[in-house]
């Protein structure tokens, strides 16, 4: 039965709009960004945006005047190599625009502000990381990934891109897990609606 509700699960994940900022040598994803489609998304007090596609062409809702994607609002539709998706990067130089599942991660932040309680934590842009190594400094050859530990993500830096425990550098503090600090929300571990789904199909069973 188990087996069964997470074939179920899987088939429900859904392709999202994913941009992806930094990847390692080996060409694994390291940041991303991602827009779910057919979700409201919160820009501020009167503004919202709100993603659908068919096939590779996007189509974008650009609400004014409601953060809740209601009302009058300007749409406009691209396709997913038009270079003016990359304004949705949090760095439009080296960035690539995909539909697709977006890849594994162990944590994110909202990269838009909320109000002091991060209200709309669930409808906002995010940056997500993955936990891959890559190299993060040049000069001096030290490669770098990401880590939750003690309720923390830390970034670890090492000696060689063997990323062991025993060439480490230094380790330093990224952000305090599940905390709203200032309107923008920083979480450690997978949740997605992957999760949610699974928790709430379990719930009719067990």
Same mark, same amino acid.
């Given at each position: 039965?188990?087996?069964?509700?997470?074939?179920?699960?899987?088939?429900?994940?859904?392709?999202?709009?994913?941009?992806?900022?930094? +990847?390692? &040598?080996?060409?694994?994803?390291?940041?991303?960004?991602?827009?779910?489609?057919?979700?409201?998304?919160?820009?501020?007090?009167?503004?919202?945006?709100?993603? +659908?596609? %068919? /096939?590779?062409?996007?189509?974008?809702?650009?609400?004014?005047?409601?953060?809740?994607?209601?009302?009058? *609002?300007?749409?406009?539709?691209?396709?997913? *190599? @038009?270079?003016?998706?990359?304004?949705?990067?949090?760095?439009?130089?080296? =960035?690539?625009?995909?539909?697709?599942?977006?890849?594994?991660?162990?944590?994110?932040?909202?990269?838009?502000? %909320? @109000?002091?309680? =991060? +209200?709309?934590?669930?409808?906002?842009?995010?940056?997500?990381?993955? /936990?891959?190594? &890559?190299? =993060?400094?040049?000069?001096? *050859?030290?490669?770098?990934?990401?880590?939750?530990?003690?309720?923390?993500?830390?970034?670890?830096?090492?000696?060689?891109?063997?990323?062991?425990?025993?060439?480490?550098?230094?380790?330093?503090?990224?952000?305090? =897990?599940?905390?709203?600090?200032?309107?923008?929300?920083?979480?450690?571990?997978?949740?997605?609606?992957?999760?949610?789904?699974?928790?709430?199909?379990?719930?009719?069973?067990?």
């Amino acid at each position: 039965m188990l087996y069964f509700l997470l074939l179920v699960v899987v088939s429900l994940a859904k392709d999202s709009l994913v941009f992806t900022a930094l +990847t390692n &040598y080996d060409g694994d994803t390291v940041g991303f960004t991602l827009i779910e489609f057919n979700l409201c998304y919160y820009y501020g007090v009167n503004s919202s945006s709100y993603f +659908t596609h %068919d /096939g590779d062409k996007i189509t974008i809702r650009l609400y004014h005047n409601s953060p809740s994607c209601s009302g009058n *609002n300007e749409e406009q539709t691209l396709d997913i *190599n @038009d270079e003016s998706l990359k304004r949705y990067c949090e760095s439009s130089t080296d =960035c690539s625009v995909e539909i697709k599942k977006p890849p594994k991660h162990i944590g994110f932040h909202s990269v838009v502000d %909320d @109000d002091e309680s =991060c +209200t709309h934590r669930d409808n906002t842009f995010r940056a997500y990381y993955t /936990g891959k190594c &890559y190299l =993060c400094n040049e000069g001096k *050859n030290y490669y770098c990934n990401s880590q939750e530990q003690n309720g923390y993500m830390w970034e670890t830096v090492y000696q060689n891109n063997k990323c062991k425990s025993k060439e480490i550098v230094e380790r330093i503090p990224q952000w305090k =897990c599940d905390v709203c600090d200032d309107g923008i929300m920083f979480q450690c571990g997978v949740t997605s609606t992957t999760v949610i789904s699974i928790i709430i199909l379990l719930s009719f069973f067990f």
